[in-house]
C-alpha cells in the first residue's frame, strides 16, 4: 500500500521556525499584501505580432503600504549563512 503514496508527498521542506520571517524595513510590519504591476508590450515589439500583458507581483505592506525591495533580499546576510552552516554542523555532529 505504501508503494501508491506520491514520493513526492513524502519529501519534507524546512521547518517554519527555520524561516527568516520578512518585516517592512519601514515600519517592521510582518503582513504583506500582493498586488501585481501591469506591463504592456507592444505588437510591433512582440515575437507574436500580437499585444501582449504582462503581471508582475508586488508585495506592499498592510501597515504602511511600502513596497517591498526583492531586489535587497537576493543578497544573503552574513548572519544567514552562519545560521545555515550552524545547522549543517548540528546535523553532522547527530
Known amino acids: 500500500m505504501d508503494n501508491n503514496i506520491n514520493p513526492f508527498l513524502k519529501q519534507k521542506g524546512p521547518k517554519i521556525e527555520d524561516l527568516e520571517q ?49 531586489k535587497k533580499l537576493e543578497s544573503t546576510p552574513k548572519a544567514a549563512v552562519e545560521k545555515v552552516d550552524d545547522k549543517l554542523k548540528e546535523t553532522k555532529d547527530e
Do not use: W
Open 22 to 70: 520578512l518585516t517592512c524595513s519601514e515600519c517592521g510590519n510582518a503582513i504583506f499584501d500582493m498586488y501585481y504591476r501591469m506591463y504592456r508590450l507592444s505588437a510591433l515589439e512582440s515575437p507574436t505580432g500580437k499585444s501582449q500583458v504582462f503581471n508582475v507581483p508586488v508585495y506592499v505592506c498592510a501597515g504602511c503600504s511600502n513596497i517591498l525591495d526583492i
